[in-house]
């Protein structure tokens, strides 16, 4: 039996990698996704490919860093569907950049977007949750950054370590409200996604970053697992989405400020 049907979930950054794999498991479990992103064409093939399933779906352009944007999304949601039950609060971007390295722009654009963008989905999402009166499931995204430090990655280790103590200090605030909204957080390891290749603003790529770090030359995911992950390769989006469908349903009913570790070992 489907663990989501009839239930409505956001879920950001769903154009690409874990974002697009977890619309599509979710779908998968019954659930209509509204699936946002800054990048229209990404979103509107995850829209696509939910759709050719035989599942239920609309693509809204977001950012995720935009608070106007927040509440337009979560009415949009509620006037469309009446109800909201799951927030996927994934977006995120990776900059690797040594501290003395970067730019004040480069450090606030990734706090806006990892750290800032899943406090405003959680701050626009529970008074829709609270009003339908059914509880809720927000799982935020971290990462194993989020839990060790990593040289070349302290801005993105800083965004993914605030995530994680945000996400428990706010599970505390909804159950002394007794609202029936759980929040945890999810903690991937190394997973073969396009955010490894990203260039971006103000820093190198992910894998440029352990390049650097490692002196070794065009570093995959994979090969990075290999060194680091006991399991010795890569984890695919999916790997991650199963863990959200979890946290997501009631099967995880207990679990409030827990953290999901998701990453082949990489820190057992
Ligand atoms: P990805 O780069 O494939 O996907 C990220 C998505 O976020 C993209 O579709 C992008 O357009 C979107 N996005 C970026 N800025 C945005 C904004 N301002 N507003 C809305 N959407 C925006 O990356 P991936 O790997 O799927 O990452 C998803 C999440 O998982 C991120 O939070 C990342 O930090 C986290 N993560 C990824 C790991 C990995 O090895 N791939 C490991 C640990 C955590």
């Not at 009415?75 to 996927?88: E, F, N, Q, Y």
């Not at 690797?96 to 004040?104: A, H, Q």
């Amino acid at each position: 039996m489907k663990r989501l049907t009839g239930r409505v979930a956001i879920v950001t950054g769903a154009a690409s990698g874990i974002g697009r794999a977890t619309a599509e498991v979710l779908a998968a479990e019954g659930a209509l996704i509204v699936a946002t992103d800054i990048d229209v064409g990404g979103g509107e093939e995850t829209h696509g490919r939910i759709i050719a399933s035989g599942g239920h779906a609309r693509f809204l352009v977001q950012d995720v860093a935009d608070e106007d944007r927040w509440a337009e999304v979560v009415a949009d949601t509620m006037a469309s569907h009446g109800r909201l039950d799951i927030l996927v609060n994934n977006a995120g971007i990776g900059l690797g950049t040594l501290v003395t390295e970067m730019t004040l722009e480069a450090w606030n654009r990734q706090v806006a977007i990892n750290l800032t963008g899943v406090f405003l989905g959680c701050k626009h999402v529970i008074p829709a949750m609270r009003a339908g009166g059914r509880g809720g499931s927000i799982i935020n995204v971290s990462s194993v950054a989020g839990l060790e430090g990593a040289a070349g990655l302290a801005g993105y280790c800083a965004t993914k370590g605030g995530v994680r103590l945000f996400t428990k200090a706010l599970a505390k605030e909804c159950a002394m409200a007794r609202d029936g909204i759980r929040v945890n957080s999810v903690h991937p390891g190394i997973i073969d996604t396009p955010i490894w290749t990203r260039i971006d603003q103000g820093g190198l790529s992910l894998a440029q970053t352990a390049e650097a770090h490692t002196g070794a030359n065009a570093l995959s995911p994979d090969v990075i697992a290999a060194a680091g992950a006991p399991l010795g390769y890569a984890g695919q989006p999916e790997d991650v989405a199963r863990g959200i469908a979890f946290l997501a349903s009631d099967d995880s009913r207990y679990m409030t400020g827990s953290e999901l570790v998701i990453d082949g070992g990489w820190t057992a």
